[in-house]
Structures are given as structure tokens and as C-alpha cells.
């Protein structure tokens, strides 16, 4: 199993960008889709993006979309998500999951991850 851990989140200022990283570890990372997440307070948990497992194709929520950008380093097992023009509404504890369901694109829905990081905290402040 894949096993996710994410690093990087942080306080800035609206306009301004930070990078998030998802070190996975414990199983194989390039049979993985692996996907961004985010639950702000009183919030559901909503999707951010995901990069397939062969790092092909990337997909995005229509409000990060432009914005944000999803990679992967295989000879690290790493995921990063960086994050640009940053909002106050993109405050949300992020999290980084890993989709053992390659056959099919990566999922936009938490139901379709199998592993979870802990989470990191963003806040932008305006």
C-alpha cells in the first residue's frame, strides 16, 4: 500500500503562491493515480486535482483550474501541488491520496482514493 504524507502548507497573503509535497511511500507509486483534496471548515471535502498514474494527464476543479498545478517525481516518489494567485477561499486543510485504480482515469471523489495522507494546513490570508 501507498502511503502519503504531505508537507509544505503554511499562512500567505492572497496573490501570492505556495508548493505543497506528497512524499509517498510503502508500495508502488507509479501504479498509482494520485489526487489534491481539501476540506475547509463546516466544509465538505472537495477535489482539487490529480495527475494519473503514468503523469500523463492532469485533471483540475473548475476553481483552481489556471491556477494550480499538479506533478509527480517518480525517481523521488514525490507529488507536488503548486498553488499560485492564491484566495482566501482556498483555505482548507489540503490532502494528498494515492488510486490504486489505474485501468480507468484518476477519480474526482474521495470514494475512489485508497490511501490518505494526514493533511496540511493552508491559509491565505487577505
Known amino acids: 500500500q501507498v502511503q502519503p504524507v504531505e508537507s509544505g502548507g503554511g499562512l500567505v497573503q492572497a496573490g501570492g503562491s505556495l508548493r505543497l509535497s506528497c512524499a509517498a511511500s510503502?508500495?508502488?507509486?507509479?501504479?498509482?493515480?494520485m489526487g489534491w483534496f481539501r476540506q475547509a471548515p463546516g466544509k465538505e471535502r472537495e477535489f482539487v486535482g490529480a495527475?494519473?498514474?503514468?503523469?500523463?494527464?492532469?485533471y483540475y476543479a473548475d476553481s483552481v483550474k489556471g491556477r494550480f498545478t499538479i506533478s509527480r517525481d517518480y525517481a523521488k516518489n514525490m507529488v507536488y501541488l503548486q498553488m499560485n494567485s492564491l484566495k482566501p477561499e482556498d483555505t482548507a486543510v489540503y490532502y494528498c491520496?494515492?488510486?490504486?485504480?489505474?485501468?480507468?482515469?484518476?477519480?474526482?471523489?474521495?470514494?475512489?482514493?485508497?490511501?490518505w495522507g494526514q493533511g496540511t494546513q493552508v491559509t491565505v490570508s487577505s
Open positions: 491520496a494515492a488510486d490504486g485504480h489505474i485501468s480507468r482515469p484518476p477519480g474526482r471523489v474521495g470514494a475512489a482514493y485508497n490511501y
Open positions: 510503502g508500495g508502488t507509486f507509479s501504479s498509482h493515480h
Open positions: 495527475i494519473s498514474w503514468h503523469g500523463v494527464t492532469t
